[in-house]
């Protein structure tokens, strides 16, 4: 290999500790890059690729953006997931001999981005740690490095939690050990991370001990170092900010799984994954990025404690009953600036004069809003405002120190106000004299030559100078001022005691500009000492904003109050879907109640496509998730229990998961509500099953539905359009059938969206392909050929008779063999009570509905039939998991076909 030239021999060398990152080589006014570097950032930055001689024998690919536009570029990789290494010299290039000195001065990654575009006001930017333990357990850590806040969590058991709180971390980068295994890894990546990093070193540094509760084990503390470690490495500067690092456990919280999560839409929507649309969009209406930000966590992580959440409830009564002070500290918190953000950038050393005027004008509304909280005169409202610390000291300081307006830069004076500094008042004196000598040195030359169009002016590269135009040149004395610059229509001339003034002020200017920055400086360090008492305030701020935005949306949207209770009761009177009921007008959106206790722990929804069962399941969940964290609820009366846990199985979100069949996704998520569902729970099933053929889908959903009956009595929401399933109730003693009625019109169907009790009686999806407006003839062939498939349908159903009894008990003594017919007690009966449904189709089912099932119980079993039979007895049920009894089942049914 020929030899490089040193320059590139400098950059080979920092570049191999930064193989992961694109180097961004400081060379003069640009950051260069070379190599495959160069190769990369010419296309992910659509910017030209040139070489250049390196000593080498081939010319080296080079690439560059200029210095002052490198935070668009930088951001533009950091949100594709790369990450930037900075490069600076430094050195001062005139003192330098041989190679400027240089050196990185920081990694941007997509986790530890501190300002722009990559950080969204409303959002945390978290950054996680993962660590893996020798018996089994997980080590969770993440950290905000804009606003300092830092938890973690110790996990036993499944990877799963450690993937669940990574998503709801929404952290793009996770910090490992180097040996962490490519399957994990991979999982990870499935979790929208963009970029892995790797940190080895455990040891927490003595400048960080302090940040973590003396209670906290070495599992927690190892954990904790990677992460800082990582940080502390990549920043290269300090990181006063962090917060004392808040240790958790998942069970203090409503756990709800990631794909429920999803599901639910609490923070993005499934199609888009925007916040429009979400519970988050609907809830958010408060007034501050760290409001918004809170909201956003306390969504995530609903409360389980009763008296946390009533705490939350009664200040938000509070301001329910308050209107005008509720309406005075919004519009005051609108001025307040993100705190914890400005902490952040204060320790890192890259706030502004603005920002610090910000600051103050933040502060001082916390006078105000203490104000108006003793005003009302309330328990509550009075601990709050005792709670806000205005950090007078700060204010003060600020308020003297600051003229009202600064320039974006600190490095060009206009910041300070006069006053402040005796030495900086010295320094403008003499500016401000020697400019008003200057001026009357203009009037006197004026006099002295009589030439009123005698100006002195001032540029940066020949000073002050005296112009006069040509027309009156023959006015001057020879030899009377010193030529120092012919312009065409006149000549500039200088005066030695012009150029001695023009010193002094140069000088003091100098120094003016030097001494504000310093003193800069100064304000920011002691700003500094203050941030934990501002991440304080912010966190209480936060809590005002978000409180005060749950009492104006509950008013406007006539929320109200849930009571809990521990008797596993739901009482939903006039219930609704919030977002729904926000986007469609609230007078259009039919309300619903919903009545569960410990007779009636599962409700068997069935009802036409399109007509509102999953609306209606989702209200359910929304309602209790508002609920727990401590916000009214859209119903006219409320009552719920503390759910412990949230599942949802909803079709629709099978698209998301690449390479997963639809099935294997739905059975993966019943299965983890299975195993994890307690009778604390909620579990919302929306047309399970559907996935597969007719008689497995039925068979497993039915075989979900009693296991969840007989095993778990968690309170479930069960969607289905297997009709059949509805004769369920008769075994089941705790599940209760509802439906949304509908009506045909003209023979078109009309959606009512009311939840009524007991089955319904037909699907109308063809009713639902004629609102859709497809042509009539393609209409009357598809109600055709259904009519053809119910015929054959029945007769499969008397022959799967086997299939659909109920068989998973603990012996063979109970197992039941009669088939499920009452669906057509329960359409009768929903004929009778509902006269204007109509009658057509179900005429046909009725009379084969009849006689079918009743043949088959009669007649004996060959010896098929037989065999399934004592292998059903032969079941070991309580050794199965749900799933191997799913598979068994369907082996099965499958032996009887
Ligand atoms: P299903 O699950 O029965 O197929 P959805 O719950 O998806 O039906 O509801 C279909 C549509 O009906 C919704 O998008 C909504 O516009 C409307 N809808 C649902 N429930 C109500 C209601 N209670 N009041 C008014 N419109 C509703």
New binding site residues.
């Given amino acids: 290999m020929a030899a490089y030239t040193p320059m590139i021999m400098q950059y080979l060398q920092i570049k191999a500790d930064y193989q992961d990152a694109f180097l961004f080589f400081r060379l003069g006014d640009f950051y260069e890059m070379f190599f495959d570097d160069a190769l990369k950032a010419s296309q992910e930055l659509e910017i030209t690729l040139t070489s250049r001689e390196g000593g080498g024998e081939e010319r080296i690919p080079m690439c560059g953006v200029p210095y002052h536009s490198a935070p668009g570029y930088i951001e533009q990789l950091i949100q594709k997931g790369h990450k930037v290494a900075i490069c600076e010299q430094t050195e001062d290039p005139r003192a330098a001999k041989g190679v400027v000195r240089r050196e990185v001065v920081q990694l941007i990654t997509p986790g530890t981005v501190m300002e722009g575009r990559g950080l969204n006001e409303k959002e945390n930017n978290f950054i996680a740690a993962v660590s893996m333990f020798d018996d089994g357990s997980y080590g969770f850590a993440s950290s905000d490095l804009s606003t300092g806040e830092s938890r973690l969590t110790i996990l036993s058991g499944s990877f799963e939690g450690v993937l669940n709180e990574l998503s709801l971390s929404g952290a793009k980068e996770v910090v490992l050990d180097s040996s962490t295994p490519e399957d994990l890894k991979n999982k990870l990546k499935e979790r929208s991370v963009l970029a892995f990093s790797y940190e080895n070193q455990i040891e927490m540094k003595e400048s960080y001990q302090h940040l973590l509760s003396e209670l906290v084990d070495d599992k927690a503390k190892s954990v904790a170092a990677r992460l800082f470690n990582y940080l502390h490495r990549t920043q290269k500067r300090s990181l006063d900010h962090l917060q004392p690092v808040l240790a958790y456990e998942v069970e203090q919280f409503m756990k709800i799984d990631y794909f429920s999560k999803r599901n639910l839409e609490l923070t993005e929507t499934i199609r888009s994954t925007a916040k429009k649309g979400s519970l988050l969009w609907l809830l958010d209406e408060t007034k501050t990025a760290m409001g918004g930000r809170m909201l956003k966590q306390w969504i995530n992580r609903p409360l389980l404690n009763v008296k946390g959440i009533e705490r939350r409830q009664a200040i938000v009564d509070l301001f329910m009953m308050n209107f005008f002070e509720r309406h005075e500290i919004r519009e005051k918190l609108k001025e307040v600036y993100d705190l914890e953000r400005l902490a952040g950038r204060v320790a890192f050393g890259n706030v502004n004069a603005r920002d610090l005027v910000q600051l103050k004008k933040s502060l001082l509304q916390i006078p105000l809003l203490k104000e108006t909280l003793v005003s009302m005169g309330n328990e509550d409202a009075i601990e709050l405002a005792a709670k806000l610390d205005p950090c007078e000291e700060v204010t003060d300081l600020l308020e003297t120190a600051l003229v009202e307006n600064p320039p974006l830069s600190i490095k060009e004076g206009n910041i300070i106000q006069d006053g402040y500094d005796n030495q900086l008042d010295q320094y403008r004196d003499a500016s401000r004299n020697g400019k008003t000598w200057i001026a009357s040195l203009e009037r006197q030359e004026r006099e002295k030559t009589g030439i009123k169009s005698l100006k002195i002016g001032y540029n940066r590269v020949f000073g002050y100078y005296i112009e006069v135009t040509k027309a009156n040149l023959h006015l001057l004395k020879e030899g009377q001022y010193d030529r120092k610059q012919t312009l065409s229509n006149a000549e500039r001339f200088i005066t030695p005691e012009l150029k001695e003034k023009e010193d002094l002020i140069l000088q003091a200017e100098e120094k003016i500009v030097e001494l504000e920055y310093e003193i800069f400086v100064t304000i920011r360090e002691t700003v500094k000492e203050y941030i934990p008492r501002l991440q304080t305030l912010a966190k209480t701020i936060s809590e005002l904003d978000v409180l005060t935005s749950f009492a104006e949306l509950s008013e406007q949207r006539r929320y109200v109050k849930p009571a809990f209770t521990d008797e596993r009761r739901i009482v939903l009177k006039d219930g609704?879907?919030p977002v729904?009921e926000k986007v469609?007008n609230a007078q259009?959106?039919?309300?619903?109640d919903c009545f569960m206790d410990r007779e009636r722990e599962l409700l068997l929804i069935t009802?036409?496509?399109?007509?509102?069962?999953?609306?209606?399941m989702?209200q359910v969940a929304l309602t209790a998730i508002m609920a727990q964290i401590g916000c009214f609820v859209p119903a006219s009366e409320a009552v719920l229990p503390v759910f412990d846990q949230v599942f949802t199985r909803i079709g629709a979100a099978d698209d998301l998961i690449s390479g997963q069949s639809t099935f294997m996704v739905e059975m993966l998520e019943a299965n983890n509500a299975i195993a994890n569902a307690t009778e604390n729970s909620l579990i919302l099933f929306?047309e399970i099953g559907r996935g597969t053929s007719t008689y497995d889908g039925m068979a497993l959903a039915q075989a979900i539905i009693e296991y969840i009956h007989d095993r778990i009595g968690a309170k479930t929401l069960f969607?289905t359009h297997y009709h059949e399933l509805t004769a369920l109730d008769e075994n089941l003693s705790m599940l209760k059938n509802v439906h949304?009625s509908a009506v045909e019109q003209n023979g078109k169907v009309v959606?009512l969206?009311?939840i009524k009790e007991g089955a319904a009686d037909k699907s109308y999806g063809i009713h639902v392909a004629q609102l859709a407006d497809l042509p009539p003839e393609l209409i009357s062939r598809a109600a055709e050929i259904l009519e053809t498939l119910e015929m054959k349908d029945e007769l499969g159903a008397a022959r799967a008779t086997v299939g659909n009894s109920r068989v998973i008990h603990e012996s063979g003594a109970d197992v039941k063999t009669e088939s499920m017919p009452s669906k057509v007690e329960s359409e009768t009966s929903e004929q009778e009570s509902n006269s204007t449904e109509p009658t057509d189709y179900s005429a046909g089912q009725l009379s084969f509905f009849d006689e079918a099932p009743v043949k088959a119980k009669a007649v004996a079993p060959n010896k098929k039939e037989k065999r399934v039979l004592e292998k059903l007895t032969e079941l070991d049920i309580l050794d199965m998991t749900p799933l191997q009894a799913m598979n068994v089942l369907y082996e099965l049914q499958r032996k009887l076909k």
Avoid at 607 to 616: D, F, L, Q, R
């Fill in positions: 609704r879907h729904v469609m259009e959106y039919v309300p619903n009802g036409p496509n399109m007509s509102g069962k999953s609306t209606y989702r929306d969607s949304v959606f969206h009311k």
